[in-house]
T-cell receptor, first 112, second 117 residues
Framework: QKEVEQNSGPLSVPEGAIASLNCTYS??????FFWYRQYSGKSPELIMF????GDKEDGRFTAQLNKASQYVSLLIRDSQPSDSATYLC????????????FGTGTSLTVIP | KAGVTQTPRYLIKTRGQQVTLSCSPI?????VSWYQQTPGQGLQFLFE???????NKGNFPGRFSGRQFSNSRSEMNVSTLELGDSALYLC????????????????FGPGTRLTVT
């Protein structure tokens, strides 16, 4: 079983819609959760992090965490074509220092 | 504040050679982690350094090694290159290694694209 799983997509949404990206993780001891955006040919860019159960909002982005269900999601409101990228979910390990486990990413396309 | 820098950005090497990649973290960041990214495997953790000490190591062969200097700059070395080592090598820096089970956010550099022929 992979530590972090994401639906690889591709996910297509029309401009202005809400994009919902999901991630599940296997280590119940994980306490830090991150979302990165990666444009083709570029390195990952941190867009959100969340440590506590519930929702965390930052502009058009909302991260949602449910530790009991081992589930973390990212909502992008008012999606823009510039949001088209691969979104990577990252989770820290319980006893692995600063090592992050990454999902394989979900490819998002926002259609104008 | 300047971001994470990595040099070189691109490298082409032949099988059997060795390569050294360099990473300078964000000023004030003391933890440096290295990742390998390939289309098939995604982002895989190589190792993490904090205060010149390797704190954690991923599941890679001993041909992959690294070190960190007193100014937090880090290098990774790959010896006896194989075709399968072709990848994007990413360095990520973090303010601190870990506190109370949580991890500080990591910021990635632009990466070094290594091609082994």
């Amino acid at each position: 079983q992979k530590e972090v799983e994401q639906n690889s997509g591709p996910l297509s949404v029309p401009e202005g819609a809400i994009a919902s990206l999901n991630c599940t993780y296997s280590d119940r001891g994980s306490q830090s959760f991150f979302w990165y955006r990666q444009y083709s040919g570029k390195s990952p860019e941190l867009i959100m992090f969340i440590y506590s159960n519930g929702d965390k909002e930052d502009g058009r982005f909302t991260a949602q965490l449910n530790k009991a269900s081992q589930y973390v999601s990212l909502l992008i409101r008012d999606s823009q074509p510039s949001d088209s990228a691969t979104y990577l979910c990252a989770v820290n390990g319980k006893d692995t220092g600063n090592q992050f486990y990454f999902g394989t990413g979900t490819s998002l396309t926002v259609i104008p | 504040k300047a971001g994470v820098t990595q040099t070189p950005r691109y490298l082409i090497k032949t099988r059997g050679q060795q390569v050294t990649l360099s990473c300078s973290p964000i000023s004030g960041h003391r933890s440096v982690s290295w990742y390998q990214q390939t289309p098939g495997q995604g982002l895989q953790f190589l190792f993490e350094y904090f205060s010149e000490t390797q704190r954690n190591k991923g599941n890679f062969p001993g041909r992959f090694s690294g070190r960190q200097f007193s100014n937090s700059r880090s290098e990774m070395n790959v010896s006896t290159l194989e075709l399968g080592d072709s990848a994007l090598y990413l360095c990520a820096s973090s303010f601190f290694a870990r506190r109370q089970g949580t991890s500080y956010e990591q910021y990635f550099g632009p990466g070094t694209r290594l091609t082994v022929t």
